[in-house]
């Protein structure tokens, strides 16, 4: 047995669950960024996994074993697969983050203040992170940032950010997550969300297709990285696409600094000079 990286493990893992067994390998390939063979490869060692080849495996396969157990679990007490939407637009999701009964159910996991099992779950597959990052509430319009607001859990509210929440999503009675916050008394979260915000220039808004990645206008905060997959970066109603290996910059809060006509390496003004001094910008650790 391959010893395969936890990432990208957990991501197809996930996604095979959550997505039901009627999911193709050229979903789960969009998904995880992976190739359709290798995709069908891995499916079949999840299904090793998921009998009685968990023992004896490296620690890698156990964890995604310990991944793939859990979404079990949640599939076998009713919880189903999203809906996917027949009518999404060339080049968008077919997936409807807000039709998704997976995610629901995580919602419900947020309204009870358990960040740490939820935060354990995004960590071992960013789609589901992207996914959740995106949902809104049909009756409230509360997302999953109102709800760290709400707790005050700022490890929660940073992952959500990195992954494309709205930080100034409005719900049904226009509140914000730092209107939240404030008014239950996170002030320094309150601080964070409002400092998140790029503006009311919509260049930098936060996407709704779970495809892409937000991008940012944070140019003081600038880090240093290097992409390990291609990248597909929302800037301006368009994609930015980063090549795998390829220098970008983030900000603080791990959304891609964008500048003018997506230039990200480094990103560039209207005056066509660096928005970022980028021989000063930290290597990301």
Known sequence: MNVWSKGDDAAVCLSYLYHGVKATPELLAALSH???????????????????????????????????????ALLDVGVT???????????????????????????????????????????AASVFAIVCSRYRNASSG????????????EAA????????????????????????????????????LRAASTGANDLWEAPSDIDLLPSSNHWDEAVTC??????????????????????YFTDALGRTLVGWHGTYNPPMGMDA?????DELAPEAE
Not at 53 to 70: I, K
Not at 273 to 277: D, G
Request: proline fraction near 4%.
């Open 226 to 247: 290097h992409a390990v997959a291609e990248m597909h970066v929302a800037y301006g109603g368009g994609i930015v696409a980063i090549p795998a290996g390829t220098r």
């Open 157 to 192: 509210g940073r992952e959500l950010i990195r992954w494309g929440a709205k930080v100034n999503a409005a719900a049904a009675n226009r509140e914000t997550p730092a209107d939240i916050a404030k008014n239950r008394g996170h002030d320094g979260l309150a601080d964070l």
């Open 34 to 72: 992976l190739t359709t063979g290798s995709i069908r490869m891995r499916l079949q060692n999840v299904q090793y996994l998921a009998t009685d080849g968990a023992s004896g495996l490296s620690g890698v396969a156990a964890q995604t074993h310990e991944v793939w157990a859990r979404v079990s």
């Open 142 to 153: 509360w997302t999953f940032l109102h709800q760290a607001a709400y707790f005050g859990n």
């Open 81 to 123: 697969p999203p809906v996917m939407n027949d009518k999404a637009s060339p080049g968008k999701s077919a997936l409807d983050p807000s039709r998704s009964l997976v995610v629901a159910h995580a919602y419900q996991i947020a309204k009870q203040g358990a960040w740490d099992e939820l935060l354990a779950w995004w960590g």
């Open 273 to 277: 000079y660096s928005c970022i001094a």
